[in-house]
């Protein structure tokens, strides 16, 4: 991600001196979207998955501090 959006910058900085497109800033800046998104997506399917585990072994009560 932090490639993608160093990319998206360099691509604004190129046009605003003439040397890219607004269609090439703009696809850069949907690809920062889409990355920040995916990331998020995958920390989530991770704790999920977590508690699934916890669940399935009986222990995401106690892992929660619950009783």
Not at 12 to 26: A, S, Y
Not at 33 to 42: M, Q, R, S, W
């Amino acid at each position: 991600m932090q490639s993608t959006s160093a990319t998206a910058e360099v691509f604004t900085k190129q046009w605003n001196i003439g040397k890219r497109t607004m269609l090439d800033v703009l696809d850069t800046e949907a690809e920062v979207v889409n990355a920040k998104k995916y990331l998020i997506t995958a920390k989530y399917d991770g704790t999920y998955a977590q508690c699934r585990i916890l669940n399935g072994t009986g222990i995401l009560v106690h892992a929660l501090g619950l009783e």
